[in-house]
């Protein structure tokens, strides 16, 4: 897959609800920041209970997701993110190097590959079925 066009990205985006039925409502909205780039930001309500936020920099001109932060609350509790800060001495994380996700026990020292996340396509299909399942856990 390719990244998407603008007009295809606020697609996705807007239509989470209508395509993804564990999609309870979104506030995602895309705000242009030139004719090529933009930024996303909002949350992601899932009937779980789980709230996913995303900031996202987007890149029209090249394809690709400059930077993003997704983080993923039930409540006011932090139950994982994602992040691509680069972890060399973590050989375990190379499969989705530099992406990987944070998650319980010591949230801040406990990582795991992120399969399905890059700079290259859309995250948001991955991340919403990350939430699915953190949500039947």
């Known amino acids: 897959?390719?990244?998407?066009?603008?007009?295809?990205?606020?697609?996705?985006?807007?239509?989470?609800?209508?395509?993804?039925?564990?999609?309870?409502?979104?506030?995602?909205?895309?705000?242009?920041?030139?004719?090529?780039?933009?930024?996303?930001?909002?949350?992601?309500?899932?009937?779980?209970?789980?709230?996913?936020?995303?900031v996202e920099v987007l890149d029209f001109k090249h394809g690709r997701i400059q930077r993003y932060s997704y983080t993923v609350y039930r409540g006011d509790e932090k139950i994982r993110w994602y992040d691509p800060e680069p972890h060399a001495e973590a050989p375990d994380l190379a499969a989705t190097f530099p992406h990987h996700r944070h998650e319980p026990p010591d949230i801040k020292h406990n990582r795991r590959p992120a399969p399905g996340i890059s700079f290259a396509e859309p995250n948001l299909p991955t991340l919403i079925a990350d939430c699915i399942a953190l949500g039947a856990e």
Do not use: K, N, Q, W
């Not at 897959?1 to 007009?7: E, I, L, N, W």
């Open 1 to 54: 897959m390719s990244f998407p066009a603008r007009a295809e990205y606020e697609r996705l985006l807007y239509g989470l609800v209508h395509d993804y039925p564990a999609v309870e409502r979104s506030t995602l909205r895309l705000y242009g920041t030139s004719a090529l780039t933009a930024i996303v930001e909002g949350s992601v309500f899932l009937t779980s209970g789980l709230e996913l936020r995303v």
